[in-house]
T-cell receptor
């Protein structure tokens, strides 16, 4: 079984400050890890993914995430937050040992960036 | 490419009514899936398909049926709607292929259908 935990329902940060949105995962095999963002009344947009290679993954809109196998984490980061980054962020995992398996999502973290 | 399209965008049903949520993709992806989004619970997988003619249950399949007669279409049927099925439903298609020795595995989501069951 695979699972994802996003321990924070909401993260508040001031514009210009660095932000981190936390994600930990559990899979039986090796993980594919994803971050998606959802703006109000919109669908989910892909931000970035980790499949193999460098542990630090860069994605859209200046976001990046670091894969840490020992801590089973995939935290989303951005060096300088913008008000327009305010949205709902979802971490997701897929166990690559199961080819037909779909994504399992975390509960979501609402990011609020204040001017 | 239109990507992943869903209809309708909004729907209100009475308890016991049936309806079909439509999903189509024009990217020739083999994998398609349906999720429901509820506050604080993220997205939960309802059903999925790994190709035309093949479907399987996800995490919360009860009360829903799917079929995959073509690669493009993956409709979700509510057989007898219940208030517990009030949710936002997302359809997704998945691209998984090796290109020049590199694996691409990305899921694309439709805009969602907001369903209310009274």
């Amino acid at each position: 079984a695979q699972s994802v935990a996003q321990p924070e329902d909401q993260v508040n940060v001031a514009e210009g400050n660095p932000l981190t949105v936390k994600c930990t995962y559990s899979v039986s095999g090796n993980p594919y890890l994803f971050w998606y963002v959802q703006y109000p009344n919109r669908g989910l947009q892909f931000l970035l993914k980790y499949i193999t290679g460098d542990n630090l993954v860069k994605g859209s809109y200046g976001f990046e995430a670091e894969f840490n196998k020992s801590q089973t984490s995939f935290h989303l980061k951005k060096p300088s937050a913008l008000v327009s980054d305010s949205a709902l962020y979802f971490c997701a995992v897929r166990d690559i040992s199961n080819a037909g398996n779909m994504l399992t999502f975390g509960g979501g973290t609402r990011l609020m960036v204040k001017p | 490419n239109a990507g992943v399209t869903q209809t309708p965008k909004f729907q209100v049903l009475k308890t016991g009514q049936s309806m079909t949520l439509q999903c189509a993709q024009d990217m020739n992806h083999e994998y398609m899936s349906w999720y429901r989004q509820d506050p604080g619970m993220g997205l939960r997988l309802i059903h999925y398909s790994v190709g035309a003619g093949i479907t399987d249950q996800g995490e919360v399949p009860n009360g829903y049926n799917v079929s995959r007669s073509t690669t493009e279409d993956f409709p979700l049927r509510l057989l007898s709607a219940a208030p517990s099925q009030t949710s936002v439903y997302f359809c997704a298609s998945r691209l998984k292929k090796h290109l020049a020795g590199e694996l691409t595995d990305t899921q694309y989501f439709g805009p969602g259908t907001r369903l209310t069951v009274l």
